[in-house]
DNA sequence: GCAATACCCGACTAAATCAATCAACTATTA
DNA sequence: TAATAGTTGATTGATTTAGTCGGGTATTGC
């Protein structure tokens, strides 16, 4: 089991645009400028997101990505694994052949936490986070700093990882 | 957050430990053999588990190692986070600095899922794990192979990853 | 119709981590 | 004192991460 940026990345893209719902399409340069996450590595995940039918795509100017469901019909635990990073704890994909064809001495543990995980996190759709108090609280400050970063004029790079910002 | 073969053969290993109780010092040739796990690969563990007071060893002829507490005292979580892998679903390791000093959209969602992970796991003791029917069954078959083999002879070997065993 | 916008796609890469292997060394005990 | 068994450090091939780079192609406002 793994969960790195790659996934991480994922969901925050998508809550980002679930927070920017009914705005029209939401260019991949606008998620990049407000998440910090490299324009480039978004291409690479949204890539993966459109083939699972998560998002849809608008060409052209003005276009971008938008939600292919409605937030409330989208949980966490589908967009990890979308960009192929498996919530499954155990190491033999549940396949259960673990030492020479059998299964090993821990299996049955690994089994119960994959379902534990999994089970927290289909739990939780985009919809019920933008409600959360937290994640609004965050969402305002980003909006108020790509919109200052925009009345500053030609400075409209991404705030860069380890940058300290107003 | 990464569970690999390392957390996932220091847990097995312990467990081993934990099975073979009282039967004094258990050498890692014993359990290599026996779990499929390669002797060098758990000297480094063991290096770990032996660091953070999880084990102690006896050196000589007849040494080995032993549970340093009671299997009852020791959960699956600290066996994990002796080994380095971390439980931790965050990438700022819970500092809240994930996008230029300030947390990140989904900051608060990775601390919840760490929690829970946390808590599942910590909740696991060995002592747990050997009351286990799937556990036992598991255990009875190593244990038989490995007698098995010690009759046959010369070929004491380690069954090795692939192979199909009887 | 054409230039700008923005998605689309594939190749490439530096760094990190995994899962070991190898060799040498030290302590203990039968 | 020789065999056993733990201890330590260096090294390694494979894989994955977290991107970058460079070229496409579709669409639309002017």
Chains 1, 2 share one sequence.
Not at 120 to 138: C, Y
């Amino acid at each position: 089991m793994r969960l790195t940026t790659k996934g991480r990345y994922a969901v925050t893209a998508m809550l980002d645009l679930a927070l920017h719902e009914g705005k029209g399409p939401i260019s991949l340069a606008d998620i990049s400028e407000r998440q910090g996450i490299s324009l480039s590595y978004l291409e690479q995940l949204f890539a993966k997101l459109r083939r699972n039918e998560l998002v849809r795509s608008v060409r052209g100017p003005g276009g971008g990505y938008q939600l292919n469901r409605e937030p409330a019909g989208i949980n966490v635990a589908e967009v990890i694994d979308a960009v192929n990073e498996s919530v499954d704890a155990t190491g033999c994909k549940h396949t259960g052949n673990c030492q020479g064809g059998e299964v090993c001495l821990t299996h049955h543990l690994w089994c119960d936490l994959s379902t534990q995980i999994h089970g927290f996190l289909s739990d939780i759709t985009l919809a019920s986070l933008v409600a959360r108090r937290d994640v609004k609280d965050v969402a305002e400050r980003q909006d108020r700093r790509q919109l200052n970063n925009m009345i500053v004029g030609s400075d409209t790079r991404p705030a860069e990882a380890g940058e300290a910002v107003v």
